[in-house]
């Protein structure tokens, strides 16, 4: 009888260096902000609450429904891409380990 392998030691991880956690969480939590910014700009105006600041926010940012459209479709697309990469990437990872364990068998 065979004994089956941990499928975790079949994938091969590379811890990322401090430096790159960090630059990469700032670039995320940098994202976030800005994304928050926007979504309480909508609000606001969608609750009739204006300002000076808000409204110049507004006019700087260049809000508008062919914007939401193009961000949209940009958001759809890039999901798409990185399902289908990932989904290649997980397949021949499959294979290398596949193709190991026939070896050393």
């Known amino acids: 009888m065979r004994q089956q392998k941990d499928p975790r030691s079949l ?3 590379k811890r990322p260096s401090l430096w790159a956690r960090l630059r990469r969480t700032v670039i995320l939590l ?4 800005i994304t928050g910014f ?7 105006f969608l609750l009739g609450v204006y300002s000076d600041a808000l409204v110049s926010d507004y006019l700087v940012l260049n809000l508008s429904l062919h914007l939401y459209k193009t961000l949209a479709i940009l958001v759809i ?3 798409v891409l990185i ?10 990872l ?3 380990a596949k193709h190991r364990e026939q070896d050393n068998a």
């Open 30 to 33: 940098a994202l976030w902000v």
């Open 94 to 96: 499959k294979r290398r």
């Open 38 to 44: 926007i979504i309480y700009i909508n609000v606001c």
């Open 11 to 13: 994938i091969i991880r």
């Open 77 to 79: 697309i890039v999901a």
């Open 83 to 92: 399902t289908f990469f990932g989904t290649l990437h997980i397949n021949t």
